[in-house]
């Protein structure tokens, strides 16, 4: 039996890669989307702890790992999904370099404390 995806309203069909999510390959994509913008607001204030960070970085490889599987699996997806798909992988992308970038910020100005305090 196809299993429909969980989201109120929605009749697409649930993909064997998304089972799991219980989703279509939309609403895959915009949930990934609103737990990126979740994760944006939370990492914009400063840098998170280094376990924090890890959880962050476990989350966006499985959600680009399980991205790249419904890409390339076995239901066949319109151009626009297939755009908006791409779209999320960048959203990916970018939130991690955003992180990495927080961090090396917070490390100079730790740093530069470090340093200021010695002197
Ligand atoms: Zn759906």
């Known amino acids: 039996m196809e ?3 969980r989201i ?3 009749k697409a069909v649930v993909p064997a890669e998304l089972v799991t999510e219980n989703l279509c ?3 895959f994509t915009v949930s990934v989307e609103q737990k990126c913008a979740d994760l944006r607001r939370e990492t914009v204030g400063g840098a998170p702890d280094d376990g924090r ?3 962050i970085i476990r989350y966006l490889s499985a959600a680009g790992q399980t991205l790249a599987r419904v890409a390339t699996g076995n239901q066949r ?3 626009e999904l297939k755009a908006r798909i791409l779209n999320t992988f960048l959203t990916l992308m970018n939130l991690r370099e955003n992180m ?3 961090a090396a910020r917070m490390k100079t100005r730790t740093e530069a404390a470090n340093h200021a305090a010695k002197a």
């Open 77 to 79: 997806l319109p151009d």
């Open 3 to 5: 299993l429909a995806c």
């Open 8 to 10: 109120a309203g929605c």
């Open 100 to 102: 990495e970038r927080a």
């Open 53 to 55: 960070r890890e959880e």
């Open 25 to 27: 390959p939309l609403h």
